[in-house]
Nanobody, 126 residues
Framework: HIQLAESGGGSVQAGGSLRLSCVASGYTSNRYYMGWFRQTPGKEREAVAGIGSENSTRYAESVKGRFTISKDNTKPTLYLQMSNLKPEDTAMYYC????????????????????WGQGTQVTVSS
């Protein structure tokens, strides 16, 4: 069973930066993919970025050029470096991961993920 634990959220002014981390426990190989999603009250959870088993990446249009997703398979830990943050980036950010033994490119489809973290809040003030 895979467990995910996010950290790194907080409050920042517009234009600032934050780095989110997600520690994954339970994997015994690097055959898995992961992603970041976010959600605000009353809205559906939306994709932010995904990273595939082979380390390909995909980003939502709204964060391209500002956010960078990366994965350290040795730990294993997922990261989201967020720069030039905007008030509209304010949301609860969730880490998501696949089952093991899934060799798959980066995906932004929420239905492709099997495990979710509890979330970490990011608040950007203008």
């Amino acid at each position: 069973h895979i467990q995910l634990a996010e950290s790194g959220g907080g409050s920042v002014q517009a234009g600032g930066s934050l780095r989110l981390s997600c520690v994954a426990s339970g994997y015994t190989s690097n055959r898995y993919y992961m992603g970041w999603f976010r959600q605000t009250p009353g809205k559906e959870r939306e994709a932010v970025a995904g990273i595939g088993s082979e380390n390909s990446t995909r980003y939502a249009e709204s964060v391209k050029g500002r956010f960078t997703i990366s994965k350290d398979n040795t730990k294993p830990t997922l990261y989201l470096q967020m720069s030039n943050l905007k008030p509209e980036d304010t949301a609860m950010y969730y880490c998501a991961a696949s089952e093991e033994d899934r060799w798959y490119p980066a995906t932004l489809n929420r239905l492709n993920y099997h495990y979710w973290g509890q979330g970490t809040q990011v608040t950007v003030s203008s």
